[in-house]
């Protein structure tokens, strides 16, 4: 089989590495030869990294290598039997690729989006045979994450997305099929992760460094929200963010925050600029808090440490837990792959569903009425389904 890439990024090279891994031949395109250099020597530099790890031998590199072409048109591409695109996230510069890349290849490719949170229908649409496009959503970095959200279109065809997840499941990844619909299941059912900790840090209520390690300590997540952002970048976090917001039609739920806003424009961007919720030294070790909060007497003040911590995880865990009974209840998975995607996508320590069985629905519905009794928004409205559970005394696996 012949796969081709478009984009030679981080993920475009880690799908490019994955795939030929697999046994495919892959062609990388991209526009800039010095694009197509670096890709070309990072994956020698990763593979040289895993012979020294004794987890691929010498043999193994060459062939993983060999596998590889790298190509500057999309003309190249003209053979391959699957295309995934992994550039820059705007959608007209997509249509525009997936247009021309049409007119080249086979009316049987398959063309797919990487796509994190854009609409797989819209992309489509630039097709004249839009039931080939779906969307293949890969987690960076590609070759060490485990799960793939595979994302049909309303226009994608049933053999396209069968033959798809076929494809990724040989690949030895995990397939999370999920509905098209802003940020798909991770970076949807992820939001309240860094939404609620931000709002947390915004009231008052705590510092970064005690935020972080409550859901790191008593959440047993590898790191903590603060962290998280500055890893990923506050620039592609916020960003991410505003678009699931206004794909929401401004559901107070995905609301952005404006101190992410003013640290992504001072360009306070995490380990990648020095600088982002904390300082970080040039091999990308916390150093300091970078910003302060004055944490002030808010409702919580006469709690201990402990308490505080607990009542800090206990209210970013049950918006986490609502936003994955809110997934299951508009039909964006199944549950199985729901927890699937959380734990295999972002690495959480358990199922959100499964997290919500251990703790109760009915703690999960009394955590949920208390935020919202307290603050009136419709940003604490509890899902119709874990209500409804609670009522039918029931749990999402048995």
């Known amino acids: 089989m012949i796969i081709g890439v478009i984009g030679s990024g981080t993920m475009g090279s880690g799908i490019a590495q994955v795939a030929a891994t697999a046994g495919c031949k892959v062609k990388v395109f991209d526009t800039k030869q010095e694009a197509l250099d670096r890709s070309k020597k990072s994956l020698d530099k990763i593979l040289s990294r895993l012979i020294e790890k004794e987890r691929i031998d010498e043999v193994e590199k060459n062939r993983i290598q060999t596998n590889i ?14 295309t995934i695109e992994a550039i820059i996230e705007n959608l007209e510069i997509k249509k525009k ?3 021309e890349l049409e ?6 490719t398959i063309i797919a989006s990487n796509t ?3 609409s797989i229908a819209s992309i489509a649409s630039s097709l ?15 070759p060490l994450m485990k799960l793939v959200e595979i994302i049909p279109a309303v226009q994608t065809s049933d053999q396209v997305k069968n033959k798809t997840v076929d494809i990724i499941k040989d690949w030895k990844k995990v397939v999370a099929i999920a509905k098209d619909t802003p940020g798909f299941i991770v970076n949807r059912v992820a939001r309240p992760f860094y939404g609620e900790s931000l709002r947390i840090y915004e009231e008052g209520l705590a510092d970064l460094a005690t935020i972080d390690s409550s859901l790191k300590e008593l959440g047993g997540f590898r790191m903590g929200p603060f962290e998280l952002m500055d890893f990923i970048g506050n620039d592609v976090n916020y960003t991410v963010t505003e678009t699931v917001f206004e794909a929401f039609y401004y559901d107070p739920r995905y609301k952005p925050s404006f101190t992410q806003k003013r640290l992504s424009e001072a360009g306070y961007l995490g380990r990648k600029s020095g600088k982002g919720y904390y300082n970080y030294n040039e091999q990308g070790k916390i150093i300091s808090q970078n910003i302060e909060s004055p944490v002030v007497p808010n409702g919580v003040d006469k ?9 800090i995880f206990n209210r970013v865990l049950v918006m986490l837990i609502n936003e994955a009974a809110d997934a299951l209840f508009w039909n964006i998975a199944s549950a199985e792959d729901i927890d ?5 996508g972002v690495n959480y320590p358990k199922g959100l569903l499964s997290w919500a069985d251990k703790k109760g629905i009915d703690w999960c519905v009394n955590k949920l009425d208390k935020l ?6 419709d940003r604490y409205r509890c899902s119709p389904l874990l209500r409804r559970m609670e009522q039918e005394n029931k749990k999402f696996f048995l």
Request: some cysteine; proline content about 3%.
């Open 69 to 82: 072409s790298y190509v500057s048109t999309l003309k190249d591409l003209s053979e391959t039997n699957l």
């Open 303 to 311: 709690l201990s440490k402990e308490e505080l911590s607990q009542y």
């Open 103 to 108: 007119s080249y290849v086979s009316e049987d």
């Open 97 to 99: 690729v997936f247009s």
């Open 116 to 118: 994190s949170s854009l």
């Open 340 to 344: 699937n995607a959380m734990t295999k």
């Open 128 to 142: 004249k045979k839009p039931e080939r496009c779906i969307g293949i959503h890969f987690f960076n970095p590609a």
């Open 372 to 377: 919202y009794n307290e603050y009136r928004e």
